[in-house]
C-alpha cells in the first residue's frame, strides 16, 4: 500500500493563533458578516474557559498586542503582509482596528485595574 506524503506525517499541527482558542473550532466563517465578528464570536466561546479574569486579562492584553503588531506590518508594507480569506477576502484596516478597538473594550471591562497590566 502506498501513502502520500501528508498522511504518513500525520494531523497537521495548528498554528498558535488557532491553537489558543480550540473551543471556538465549531464556528463557520459563513455566518459571519466580517472577519472581526468572527473573531468576536470565537473570543466569546473561548474566554469563559479561562480560569480567571487574571487569565482572560493577560490573553486578552496578548492578543491585542499581537494584532497591533500585525496592524503596524500591515501599514508598513501597505497590505502586503495580509493574507487572502477565501470567505472574508483581503483584510482590511478597519479589520485590524476594529479587532482591536474590541479587545481594548474587553480588557476595560474586566474587574480589576487593568492599567497596570497593560
Known amino acids: 500500500m502506498v501513502t502520500s506524503d501528508a498522511a504518513s506525517r500525520g494531523p497537521a499541527q495548528p498554528r ?13 466563517k459563513a455566518d459571519f458578516a466580517s472577519r472581526a465578528g468572527f473573531f468576536r464570536a470565537r473570543l466569546d466561546r473561548y474566554l469563559p474557559t479561562l480560569q480567571s479574569d487574571h487569565a482572560r486579562r493577560v490573553f486578552l492584553i496578548r492578543q491585542r498586542e499581537v494584532f497591533r503588531q500585525q496592524y503596524g506590518e500591515f501599514v508598513a508594507k501597505r497590505g502586503a503582509t495580509a493574507k487572502r480569506d477565501p470567505i472574508f477576502g483581503w483584510p482590511t484596516a478597519a479589520d485590524f482596528v476594529e479587532t482591536i478597538a474590541d479587545l481594548d473594550r474587553r480588557i476595560s471591562d474586566l474587574p480589576g485595574d487593568g492599567k497596570a497590566a497593560a
Open 16 to 28: 498558535a493563533s488557532e491553537a489558543t482558542m480550540d473551543a471556538s473550532s465549531a464556528l463557520s
